[in-house]
Structures are given as structure tokens and as C-alpha cells.
T-cell receptor
Framework: ETGVTQTPRHLVMGMTNKKSLKCEQHLGHNAMYWYKQSAKKPLELMFVYNFKEQTENNSVPSRFSPECPNSSHLFLHLHTLQPEDSALYLC????????????FGEGSWLTVV | GENVEQHPSTLSVQEGDSAVIKCTYSDSASNYFPWYKQELGKRPQLIIDIRSNVGEKKDQRIAVTLNKTAKHFSLHITETQPEDSAVYFCAASPGAGNMLTFGGGTRLMVKP
């Protein structure tokens, strides 16, 4: 088992809906990440949190809003998404930001209709 | 920042043949180079990694080589099997607070 769990695994939402993706890591790591994976960009970094503080926002549109209440949990709040936002959203964690392996969750498949 | 390029984007080999995937990086300070394998519908998983103080590392049928002077590293898979079919990602990290930068991925197909 990965140690990084994501829910839901599959989500279909309309463009006017508000939904959230949840990620939890049981590895005692201090850094957590959101990646978007699509055919166009295989592994696109979205957000990075280190010790609950956001350290990276990779020019992500404001319709994606991350939240990190503690080092073990990470959320991605979704609002008024576009069909092109349909993708696999991967959460990941690592012990720290420096030169460490990152461990991915199974991902949440998002379809925007 | 770091830029990682990965080639080829697709690779088809016959079962039993070897497969080689190459990556180049731009930041000479990079010192950690992992490789991830992502099977269809699954999450990327670490299969092997190397740090800049070694030139080669092996684990059964897979090996990674690093050329720091040329700033490139490669994944070698010998005696390929159908279950090796997946997308492989290389990555590089300069360390010291910097994150992994991933290459664009290589889709490996092993034909039985």
C-alpha cells in the first residue's frame, strides 16, 4: 500500500459544481504536492506545501484552490472548472523538499462535463 | 530552474530485448535522479534512483547510469518482459530545498 490515499478515485462534475479532492499521507512526511496528469502534459506540478505552508503555485488558475490543514492532509477545492480540466490529479508526499523520493497516491480521475 | 528532457517519447521492443531511455538535465547542481514507472491506470512508482556520487546502479534487470559531465542519465532494462510495458519518467533534483523536475515520459511497449 502506498501510504498516500486519495478520495474520491473518480469524480464527474458539471462546470458550475463545487467539489473537493482529498489526500492523506500516513508516512510522516512534511511536504505534499498536487500534480495534474493529462495527455498534453504528463506530470504537471500544481502546488507544493512544506510544513503546511504553500511554497509553490505553478501558475494554476484560481478555480483550483488548495488547502493544507496539517502535514498529513491536503485538499484541492474545485470550482467552475472547464472541460479541459478533465485529467488525473495525483497527490504526492516526500520527507522534505530536498532531493528526496516522492510517493504518489493512486490519483483522482476527474471528468468535467 | 531545472529542465529535464527525456527521449524517446515512445519505445517499442521485442520481448527479451533491451530498452534504453535517456534524460538530460540543465542544472549542474542536480544530485538526485529517480526513475518512476507508471502502469496503465496506476500511480507512478519509484523503480530505481541514483545520486551524483555514483556513476551506475543496478537492481536485477534494471540499471541507471549517470554522466555528470555531460549532464545526462539513462535507464537500462534488460531481458524485457510484457509486464515492463508502462510509461517511465525520469526526474532530477538539485537538492537543498529544490523539488524534483520530471521529464516528459517514455511509453515503453514490449511485444510478446
Amino acid at each position: 500500500e502506498t501510504g498516500v490515499t486519495q478520495t474520491p478515485r473518480h469524480l464527474v462534475m458539471g462546470m458550475t459544481n463545487k467539489k473537493s479532492l482529498k489526500c492523506e499521507q500516513h508516512l510522516g512526511h512534511n511536504a505534499m504536492y498536487w500534480y495534474k496528469q493529462s495527455a498534453k502534459k504528463p506530470l504537471e506540478l500544481m502546488f507544493v506545501y512544506n510544513f503546511k505552508e504553500q511554497t509553490e503555485n505553478n501558475s494554476v488558475p484560481s478555480r483550483f484552490s488548495p488547502e493544507c490543514p496539517n502535514s498529513s492532509h491536503l485538499f484541492l477545492h474545485l470550482h467552475t472548472l472547464q472541460p479541459e480540466d478533465s485529467a488525473l490529479y495525483l497527490c504526492a508526499s516526500s520527507p522534505s523538499l530536498s532531493g528526496n523520493t516522492i510517493y504518489f497516491g493512486e490519483g483522482s480521475w476527474l471528468t468535467v462535463v | 530552474g531545472e529542465n529535464v528532457e527525456q527521449h524517446p517519447s515512445t519505445l517499442s521492443v521485442q520481448e527479451g530485448d533491451s530498452a534504453v531511455i535517456k534524460c538530460t538535465y540543465s542544472d549542474s547542481a542536480s544530485n538526485y535522479f529517480p526513475w518512476y514507472k507508471q502502469e496503465l491506470g496506476k500511480r507512478p512508482q519509484l523503480i530505481i534512483d541514483i545520486r551524483s556520487n555514483v556513476g551506475e546502479k543496478k537492481d536485477q534487470r534494471i540499471a541507471v547510469t549517470l554522466n555528470k559531465t555531460a549532464k545526462h542519465f539513462s535507464l537500462h532494462i534488460t531481458e524485457t518482459q510484457p509486464e515492463d510495458s508502462a510509461v517511465y519518467f525520469c526526474a532530477a533534483s538539485p537538492g537543498a530545498g529544490n523539488m524534483l523536475t520530471f521529464g516528459g515520459g517514455t511509453r515503453l511497449m514490449v511485444k510478446p
